[in-house]
């Protein structure tokens, strides 16, 4: 088992930052490559990010913009969310991935709550 938090959601002005935090306990966390997706109301949850030993990949929504990174001595995965837009509003979830591809959903297996992150216009 293993247990996903998220933080660091609000509101926040188009242009802004934020940055999000999962905490990651249950598991050897370092021994994992971790994912986050966002699902907007009305719509099917999406790929954001995804970090494994020393590689990253993103959507093209977000490519250029969004950061993601890990601290494995604070069991924790980040998403550093710049120049915000109206439709980077979403609740975002961190995930534990398993195996496949990363960008699909069935490539993860535990979940967290999300944390919900709305721009305003």
């Known amino acids: 088992q293993v247990q996903l938090v998220e933080s660091g959601g609000g509101l926040v002005q188009a242009g802004g930052s934020l940055r999000l935090s999962c905490a990651a306990s249950?598991?050897?966390?370092?021994?994992?490559?971790m994912g986050w997706f966002r699902q907007a109301p009305g719509k099917e949850r999406e790929f954001v990010a995804h970090?494994?030993?020393?590689?990253?990949y993103y959507a093209d929504s977000v490519k250029g913009r969004f950061t993601i990174s890990r601290d494995n001595a604070k069991n924790t995965v980040y998403l550093q969310m710049n120049s915000l837009k109206p439709e980077d509003t979403a609740v975002y979830c961190c995930?534990?991935?398993?195996?496949?591809?990363?960008?699909?959903?069935?490539?993860?297996?535990?979940w967290g709550q999300g944390t919900q992150v709305t721009v305003s216009s």
């Open positions: 995930a534990t991935w398993r195996s496949g591809n990363g960008r699909d959903i069935s490539a993860y297996d535990y």
């Open positions: 249950g598991r050897t966390f370092s021994r994992y490559a």
């Open positions: 970090i494994s030993w020393g590689n990253t």
